[in-house]
C-alpha cells in the first residue's frame, strides 16, 4: 500500500451563529497519532481543542469559533496525516459562507428624510436582499471588499419587528440571518478574546471605568449591560 489517502473536508454551521463543526472524512484508517488541530489552516475563525474520532460515523471532527458573516475556511494541509501503512495523506479544504445583521441604526438623509441604515457582512462580493417586516424586499447590495454591506430603508420600524438578510451560500443555497428590533450590538472589544494591558488601558476613562460602545436600533430604549 503505497497510495496516499484523501480526505473529505464538511464545515456545518450550528444553531449557535458563534460556532460551527468541521467533519474529516478519510478513505481509509489513519494513525490517530498523526492528526491534530496543528494540521489544519483555518481562517476566518478558529479551532476550539483536538479534532476527536466517532466510532459511529467513521468521522473525525472539531469545533469552530466563527465570527457571523465571516466567511471560514478549514483546510487539512497536504502530508500532515498519514495512513496506518505510514502513507502521507493528501489535502482538502471547505469553507462556510454566512450573512449577518451587525447593524440597524436610525439616521437622516440628505434630504432630510428619516431612514434607517442597515450594515452587516458576508462573503465579499455576494449580494444581499434584506427583507422587510412588511414582507418587501430592499434591492440587493453587494458586499465590499471587506464582506462589509449596507443599505437603507425609508420604512419606520419598531421594537418587535423582525429584519432577514439573505445571500447565497458556498453550495448555491439560500443563507440567511434574522433579527428582531431592538436589535443592539456591542463593538468589538478585544479581537482575540483577551484584553491585554494596552487595551485596558485604551478602554478605561479617568474614573477607572470600563468604556463599553455600540450601537442600538431604538434610541430611546434603556440599556442594561450585565
Known sequence: DTIAPPVTVDIIAQATDSKATATFEFSENIDPASFSSADLKVTGGQVVGQPT????????????????????????????YTDEAGNKGAGDSDRLITVNIDSVTPNTA???????????KTEPGHDVVVTLPDGTTLPPVKAGPDGTWTTTTELP??????????????????????VSLPLISINVIAGDDVINEEEMTELTDEDDHFII???????NAAITVD
Open 53 to 80: 474520532y466517532n466510532e459511529t460515523t467513521g468521522l473525525w471532527s472539531v469545533e469552530l469559533k466563527v465570527e457571523p458573516g465571516q466567511t471560514v475556511t478549514v483546510e487539512v494541509l497536504p502530508e500532515s
Open 110 to 120: 440628505e434630504n432630510g428624510t428619516h431612514v434607517t441604515v442597515i450594515t452587516g
Open 157 to 178: 420600524l419598531k421594537d418587535g419587528d423582525n429584519l432577514s438578510a439573505s445571500t447565497t451560500d458556498q453550495d448555491g443555497n439560500p443563507t440567511q440571518d434574522t
Open 213 to 219: 460602545t455600540g450601537t442600538i436600533s431604538n434610541p
